[in-house]
């Protein structure tokens, strides 16, 4: 409506149904969601300050691995399979991993012609 808002910052997280508004007083939040669809005003709580860096704290998507943890590959051409990791690099970052070798059982009960078939469709491991 071309005036400022008393408002510090506006942030959606990952918790849905949720947006942070940093503002010194509730009035000035009230004042920045007016005329905005979809947000209830009367639902407008203030959060403590000392729960205030908990609340935004981003969520770490990866699992830290250790050295023997068994993990999956997720690039050609040993997509799929089963690997171990074998020694881990704090300086670069890197893994180096073992990978552990697919054995096709069915291949000792077929035919020799069926053989070749068998190994040109693609596998996908459980």
């Given at each position: 409506?071309?005036?400022?808002?008393?408002?510090?910052?506006?942030?959606?997280?990952?918790?849905?149904?949720?947006?942070?508004?940093?503002?010194?007083?509730?009035?000035n939040v009230m004042a920045?969601?007016?005329?905005?669809?979809?947000?209830?005003?009367?639902?407008?709580?203030?959060?403590?300050?000392?729960?205030?860096?908990?609340?935004?704290?981003?969520?770490s998507l990866k699992k830290p691995?250790?050295?023997?943890?068994?993990?999956?590959?997720?690039?050609?051409?040993?997509?799929?399979?089963?690997?171990?990791?074998?020694?881990?690099?704090?300086?670069?970052?890197?893994?180096?991993?073992?990978?552990?070798?697919?054995?096709?059982?069915?291949?000792?009960?077929?035919?020799?012609?069926?053989?070749?078939?068998?190994?040109?469709?693609?596998?996908?491991?459980?």
């Amino acid at each position: 409506q071309g005036r400022p808002l008393k408002i510090y910052s506006a942030v959606a997280t990952g918790t849905k149904g949720f947006i942070y508004v940093e503002a010194r007083t509730q009035q000035n939040v009230m004042a920045a969601l007016e005329g905005i669809r979809g947000v209830f005003r009367s639902k407008v709580t203030l959060v403590p300050q000392n729960e205030m860096p908990h609340t935004l704290k981003p969520k770490s998507l990866k699992k830290p691995v250790n050295v023997g943890d068994y993990v999956r590959m997720r690039r050609f051409p040993y997509r799929h399979d089963l690997g171990k990791i074998f020694t881990i690099d704090d300086m670069t970052g890197r893994y180096i991993v073992q990978c552990v070798p697919r054995i096709d059982f069915n291949i000792f009960n077929m035919h020799p012609d069926q053989v070749k078939e068998h190994r040109a469709k693609k596998i996908i491991p459980p």
